[in-house]
């Protein structure tokens, strides 16, 4: 009886350790977790066929748009005409309401672009990948070769855009 209690408390906390390490977001130096989302025109856009380029991720939701949009506006005003360099705000759509169609929704993307594509995650499946915190917009910069080199949880704020403004720079200089 005592060897099975014990075997019970080995697999429970076996269990409670390996759903805590599931619980964190992909940190700076792991690869990042690949996806497919599709942008208002319902183009496929995939991250792994972008490798050779950097991507910034801008991953937020509906409540937070005008923030992600404050990062994507200082990105393009930067980096626009940069070809080995691109941007997304992957929008979090979970949140609205199923009775809405998607056409409506992309209607209204595509009268009222943001800064930079915009793609929707219509089930959430990136953002539970990526851990994604629901009130400020969480960036994510992937090298050339598919990794993770940049992470914050943040509101937009000059300071933070310069540590990844110098980041991608750096990368930048660095390529071939």
Not at 73 to 79: N, T
Not at 89 to 105: E, H, Q, Y
């Amino acid at each position: 009886m005592m060897k099975v209690a014990t075997y019970l408390f080995i697999c429970v906390m076996l269990v409670s350790v390996i759903s805590l390490a599931e619980d964190k977001p992909p940190k700076v130096g792991d690869v990042a977790p690949d996806f497919t989302l599709q942008d208002a025109e319902e183009k496929q856009h995939n991250l792994k066929k972008l490798r050779g380029k950097l991507v910034l991720l801008i991953m937020g939701n509906r409540k937070i748009r005008k923030e992600d949009d404050k990062w994507a506006e200082a990105f393009q005003k930067d980096y626009k005409d940069n070809e080995q360099v691109t941007a997304y705000i992957i929008a979090d759509m979970r949140s609205v309401p199923g009775f809405i169609p998607k056409g409506f929704i992309r209607s209204r993307i595509k009268r009222k672009p943001p800064p930079v594509t915009f793609l929707m995650d219509w089930k959430g499946q990136v953002h539970q990948r990526y851990r994604t915190e629901k009130k400020k917009p969480n960036l994510y910069l992937i090298s050339s070769q598919g990794k993770i080199v940049f992470h914050r949880k943040a509101n937009f704020k000059p300071e933070i855009y310069m540590e990844l403004k110098k980041q991608i720079d750096t990368l930048l200089a660095e390529k071939p």
